[in-house]
């Protein structure tokens, strides 16, 4: 299990604040939040790339301190940055980093190449983005991780690749040990996909808990804007008012959905409303 | 593993522009300026003396072998990818291979150096002790790299590679006849100038390098980020 307690860590001006929650096992986690939200912040502090100023980070009862290369045999990882070797081919860069894995599978890495249509033997830099993405993702697979870590791959990868990129994620998660942290804008694919969602904004952790509690939890009510605006103003986090019906965000509370139709939030119907919320609850 | 340090030297050399290097565009601005202070130098002590075309192929063969190290140095700074900090391997499995990779660099260069004196000494008139000063000087040189954080040192490592460049061009570039008597003065010289001024700067430097390496393994760049 992945555990945040309390983290904290200053970049400048911005700060990820008192950040807390637990990827448990075998689940599809994403992390979403708007730009500048904290989010790959986040995830070079789960990499170890970045040191929180306080808190506590475990990933299965380990800490960076004590136990940094046990730690990083569990991780796969597809980041923002490119992070292999410009001049070599994809094959000679998943050699030449696949060395210092035990675990990695020379095999399986030129299958998932053949697999993402990438030529193993054109130089990296000669790539696509989405094929240098790919590529990353062959390599983090072919190490067999027990986490894959993912900073928003999917926006540079087509939509027949999309379609295989999710099935290999759930597949990757359906022996129910191992996890994946996904970093993304894309929500919908995370609605039909994630088990878990961690939610950020301004630095800190909005919402981290199940699909299932996050639908519980958060409703999107619309109807006549009378009705929407006598719910009580502790459970609403915004009212959209239209020309002929209203929409609102609300926390989930029996007793106020008469007349209004009531539904459960999408990930992006949530960020949308809590990026306009007034006083935010 | 030396195939990893083959590669890491010919990628990372070949990845990074001259712009991208720290201070690397004011590094290498040292050079034609150092040959011009050579060009001052040989007028100043052979005014007169007829320049031959031997003299320009030795020339060569010692400024080609400099400057290869020269360029290397600025091209390959104590660095690692963001790659390697993810890849299984603890600070000090880091500094293993940072090390590693730092002495295959001076390696290469000794070769180099080694090399360029081989010709020198076999091919042209140079003498026991210059070849030996040109020798201790060329290895001191490719331990050089190009220092990170510390103003003083980098500072060091910029003025002390133009310095030993041109001590050991003098070496050979001046005819031991040219000295006559005095021949056993220079050599004096040029080794209390090697082991009072060059020295202390190089081990200044290598010490300075030796805190870059622990730095860049612990990858406390990052942290500061």
């Known amino acids: ?281 | 593993m030396i195939g990893k340090l083959i590669n890491d030297y010919i990628c990372t050399g070949k990845g990074m522009s001259l712009k991208e290097t720290p201070r690397g565009v004011g590094d290498i601005a040292m050079f034609p300026l150092t040959l011009q202070v050579i060009a001052i130098v040989r007028g100043i002590m052979l005014g007169g003396v007829k320049y031959l075309w031997t003299d320009a192929i030795r020339d060569s063969i010692f400024t080609i072998a400099f400057f290869i190290i020269w360029i290397s140095q600025i091209k390959h700074p104590i660095k690692m990818s963001r790659m390697y900090y993810l890849c299984p391997m603890n600070a000090d499995e880091r500094v293993a291979y940072i090390k590693n990779a730092y002495f295959f660099r001076c390696i290469f260069h000794s070769i180099l150096i080694v090399t360029a004196c081989i010709i020198l000494y076999t091919v042209f008139d140079v003498s026991l002790y210059s070849l030996l000063y040109i020798l201790l000087c060329g290895l001191m040189y490719s331990f050089l790299s190009n220092v990170r954080d510390n103003k003083t040192d980098f500072m060091r490592a910029v003025f002390l590679k133009p310095a030993m460049y041109i001590s050991s061009y003098i070496q050979f570039a001046v005819p031991a006849s040219h000295f006559g008597r005095d021949e056993m003065i220079f050599t004096v010289c040029s080794f209390a100038f090697l082991l009072i001024v060059e020295l202390p700067m190089f081990i200044s430097v290598i010490r300075a390098i030796n805190d870059d390496i622990r730095v860049v393994a612990t990858g406390e760049d990052y942290s500061r980020c």
């Not at chain 1, 200053?10 to 986690?29: M, N």
């Not at chain 1, 240098?132 to 697979?141: D, I, P, S, T």
């Not at chain 1, 209203?246 to 119907?269: C, M, Q, R, W, Y």
């Open chain 1, 1 to 281: 299990m992945i555990s945040f307690k309390e983290v904290n860590r200053k970049l400048g001006r911005f700060e990820v604040k008192a950040a807390s929650f637990d990827i448990p096992e075998g689940c599809i986690c994403g992390l979403v939040g708007r730009n500048g939200a904290g989010k790959t912040t986040v995830i070079n502090m789960l990499l170890g790339l970045i040191k929180p100023d306080a808190g506590q980070i475990t990933i299965d009862g380990m800490d960076y301190e004590n136990n940094e290369k046990d730690i990083r045999k569990l991780f796969g990882f597809v980041l923002v940055d490119e992070l292999f070797m410009q001049h070599l081919s994809p094959e000679e860069n998943g050699d030449h980093f696949g060395s210092f894995y035990e675990a990695y599978d020379k095999e399986e890495y030129r299958h998932c190449l053949e697999r993402f249509n990438i030529s193993g033997r054109k130089h990296f830099k000669e790539l696509s983005r989405g094929q240098k993405l790919k590529c990353q993702f062959a390599f983090a697979l072919s190490v067999k991780p027990k986490y894959l870590v993912l900073d928003e791959p999917t926006a540079n990868f087509d939509p027949e690749f999309r379609e295989d990129f999710w099935k290999i994620v759930q597949q990757f998660t359906s022996n129910g040990i191992n996890s994946v942290l996904l970093a993304t804008h894309l929500t919908d694919d995370l609605d039909r996909m994630a088990d878990m969602l961690i939610f950020m904004d301004e630095g800190k952790v909005i919402y981290n808990g199940d699909m299932e509690s996050f639908r519980q939890r958060y409703r999107i009510l619309s109807g006549e804007k009378y009705l929407l605006k006598n719910i009580a103003k502790e459970y609403v986090i915004n009212i959209e008012e239209g020309k002929y019906s209203s929409k609102a965000l609300v926390i989930n509370k029996h007793g106020f959905t008469d007349g209004l139709t009531d539904s459960p939030a999408t990930i992006e119907e949530f960020m949308y409303h809590y990026s306009k919320r007034g006083d935010a609850k």
